[in-house]
């Protein structure tokens, strides 16, 4: 079974603070995704990549970066947290294309 | 633009038969994907139709016509287990593996 691992399942931080989400597959999958959920407004697609050190924006990069060094490893930066991004984050994978897409169990944020 | 259009919420009672529609607006068309998310849990795959018509898979069948732009979820016997929020996605023409989501229907299964 595919197994897509979070580092935290809660974490609060402080406005200005610098965070790091981390994401690990186990899959040997290409593409991988960071999304964040709010409510009534579904899942949003914050950043992309589509293998090692290759990313691209989504509908919503502002005030996040991503880095991507190794094929299992995708980790989402909050340069500096602000209260608007209190949210749901979570990371998903797929093999390539446009197959199914595997989520993690999601990284709940709050920033004060 | 490109958008997917679900009812936001949908009541059932144990036992019935609900359909989720979802209409989508999109430049270039793969496919149509289902995904289960329970509260507090990670969305999970349901199933994905690439060419029109039914596909039926235990209690959960899913239905596409390409023509008409829409597809839609049909869940049988339903049971509480079914209440969560169910999301249509499509893969986005020419842009690799991105999805863009519906913006959710939450299913309530009443006894």
């Known amino acids: 079974d595919v197994k897509v691992t979070q580092s935290s399942r809660y974490l609060v931080k402080r406005t200005g603070e610098k965070v790091f989400l981390e994401c690990v597959q186990d899959m040997d999958h290409e593409n991988m995704f960071w999304y964040r959920q709010d409510p009534g407004l579904g899942l949003r697609l914050i950043y992309f990549?589509?293998?090692?050190?290759?990313?691209e924006k989504g509908d919503i990069p502002e005030g996040y970066s991503v880095s991507r060094e190794k094929k299992e490893r995708f980790s989402l930066i909050l340069e500096s947290a602000s209260t608007n991004q209190t949210s749901m984050y979570l990371c998903?994978?797929?093999?390539?294309?446009?197959?199914?897409?595997?989520f993690g169990p999601g990284t709940r944020l709050t920033v004060l | 633009g490109q958008s997917l259009e679900q009812p936001s919420e949908v009541t059932a009672v144990e036992g019935a038969i609900v359909q989720i529609n979802c209409t989508y607006q999109t430049s270039g068309f793969y496919g149509l994907s289902w995904y289960q998310q329970h509260d507090g849990g990670a969305p999970t795959f349901l199933s994905y139709?690439?060419?029109?018509g039914l596909e039926e898979t235990g209690r959960f069948s899913s239905f596409l016509s390409r023509s008409d732009s829409y597809g839609y979820l049909l869940l049988q016997e339903l049971q509480m287990k079914d209440s969560a929020s169910y999301f249509c996605a499509v893969p986005l023409y020419n842009q690799g593996g991105k999805l863009i989501f519906g913006q959710g229907t939450e299913l309530s299964v009443k006894p």
């Open positions: 998903a994978s797929s093999l390539s294309g446009y197959n199914e897409q595997f």
């Open positions: 990549s589509y293998d090692v050190k290759m990313k």
């Open positions: 139709n690439a060419l029109d």
